[in-house]
Nanobody, 112 residues
């Protein structure tokens, strides 16, 4: 049974940083692309960043220069380092693996 567990969300002031983690089990993590999505209230879920099996990366324009996606295949874990956070980054952040599996999400709130 595939399970994805996100952690690391919370309340942070504008300009602050957070590091999200996505721990996977039940699949061979290294074989799959991993992506981070987010969904703000009243908005559609959107792609934030993704990393391929060869650790190539792709970012939404809103994330470029501020967010960094990475993966540790030995730990079956992906990360999203978020710096220079803005109030508009407030959302529930989800990881997605293999195009099919989603975590339960972790809330990120950026507010003073």
């Amino acid at each position: 049974q595939v399970q994805l567990v996100e952690s690391g969300g919370g309340l942070v002031q504008p300009g602050g940083s957070l590091r999200l983690s996505c721990a996977a089990s039940g699949l061979t993590f290294s074989r799959y692309t991993v992506a981070w999505y987010r969904q703000a209230p009243g908005k559609e879920r959107e792609l934030v960043a993704s990393t391929s099996t060869s650790s190539g990366t792709n970012y939404a324009d809103s994330a470029k220069g501020r967010f960094t996606i990475s993966r540790d295949n030995a730990k079956n874990t992906a990360y999203l380092q978020m710096n220079s956070l803005k109030p508009e980054d407030t959302a529930v952040y989800y990881c997605r693996v293999a195009g099919n599996y989603w975590g339960q999400g972790t809330q990120v709130t950026v507010s003073s």
